[in-house]
């Protein structure tokens, strides 16, 4: 029998959910018109529970993850082995299935959120509490212009500007020829002017020699980043691009935990981490993603994966505890959406993002909202009596 002082996980629940975008999000490799997130539920044996979300971007055209297969995942590699075990041990749980499950580091994520999300609200505390204490209330972020066309983006971006919600501006690029999406970052930038900061991501689309002239085009345009210009394992060609030009060079698809942010230190291949919670496997893995960083003297940037409400309040618990993100976050996820998940939604304003306030992650679900965008009946994993 269970030694009943302690907290054990005693069932896991998982659903997906699909949510409209307000517009079409237009990347290199795919038009997003539908976000598709993998909701955890994780209920312990003292009646508390936890939240988390695994997303990616795209289906399986982004990464080798889809919702369905981190849903799968959860339900029949990670869930068995964690029914059953301590509560209180994030760590330990964290180990295990590193152990037990190669890669699927989405699912992991979305798992290990629910176990501080309820480890959090059992002390009384919150997830950035457990990782030290926020040294942040807001955070700046920005807003990724995805409409691919020039003056729907200019437009968006003067509205954002004038309402106060963004000032920083990434453009997706890469899915037409270098010189006509060089020009389209300029028509940009010369529209906002002084008045923004303006980026682009190319998500892996270029070639070395197209992010040559890519890049000086780019610097030249006034352009201030630009992010993971060439496949992910073309090392030696971001060290030539972070090393050949004034433009800041950042990391992203490149970087899949703690081993591939020392790889990718040791080859001077970046100048910027773009650090993702989903993509570094959890919080705690993030969180050493960004201490290699910081070790290395590295820009730090809190990356998206498009996340509902519930990523992003947990990724904000840990960037709130990050000294120094000198490129800021781009978690603007749930404004991409047509509706609000949360019972209480993260506030934007004056440019910036609010870390939620309140115990574990700081929010919770609105269960009216999860029944309308949930495509099927889920499946729950339950303790076994007498185990």
Not at 5 to 27: A, C, N
Request: charged content about 20%; some cysteine; overall charge negative.
């Amino acid at each position: 029998m269970w030694n009943t002082l302690v907290t054990k996980i005693d069932q896991i629940e998982t659903m997906i959910l699909d949510i409209p975008t307000i517009r079409g999000h237009v990347l290199s490799m795919a038009t997003m018109r539908t976000q598709t997130a993998v909701v955890v539920v994780v209920r312990f044996s003292d009646g508390s529970e936890g939240i988390g979300e695994g997303t990616t971007i795209g289906g399986l055209s982004y990464g080798p993850e889809s919702p369905e297969g981190i849903k799968s995942a959860i339900d029949t590699y990670i869930a068995p082995a964690l029914i059953g075990r301590d509560a209180d041990s994030v760590n330990a749980a964290v180990h295990l299935i590193d152990k037990l499950v190669k890669g699927n580091r989405i699912a992991k994520t979305a798992v290990e959120i629910a176990l501080w999300d309820g480890l959090g609200k059992r002390l009384g505390v919150s997830v950035a509490q457990l990782f030290g204490g926020a040294v942040h209330e807001r955070l700046p972020v920005a807003w990724t212009l995805a409409s691919g066309n020039s003056e729907t983006d200019i437009a968006e971006a003067h509205e954002m500007i004038e309402t106060r919600r963004h000032n920083i501006f990434k453009l997706k690029i890469g899915k037409r020829s270098v010189r006509d999406d060089v020009a389209h970052v300029a028509r940009i930038k010369q529209a906002v002017g002084d008045a923004a900061s303006v980026r682009v991501d190319v998500n892996t689309a270029w070639s070395l020699q197209d992010a040559r002239w890519g890049l000086k085009g780019l610097q030249d345009a006034g352009c201030e980043l630009v992010e993971q210009p060439v496949p992910a394992r073309y090392r030696r060609a971001m060290a030539e691009l972070s090393s050949g030009y004034e433009i800041a060079v950042m990391a992203d698809e490149a970087l899949n935990g703690p081993e591939d942010a020392l790889a990718v230190v040791s080859a001077n291949a970046a100048d910027v981490f773009a650090v993702k919670v989903a993509q570094s496997g959890g919080l705690k893995r993030a969180s050493e993603v960004i201490a290699i960083g910081q070790a290395a003297g590295l820009g730090l940037y809190g990356g998206t994966m498009l996340e509902t409400g519930l990523g992003t309040a947990a990724a904000l618990q840990l960037f709130a505890t990050t000294e120094h993100l000198s490129w800021g976050t781009e978690l603007f996820g749930p404004l991409l959406l047509t509706d609000e998940i949360l019972a209480k939604p993260i506030v934007y304003r004056d440019f910036c993002v609010e870390i939620p306030k309140g115990v574990g992650i700081g929010v919770t679900l609105d269960p009216d909202k999860i029944a309308f965008f949930r495509r099927d009946v889920g499946r729950t994993i339950t303790a076994v009596a007498g185990e």
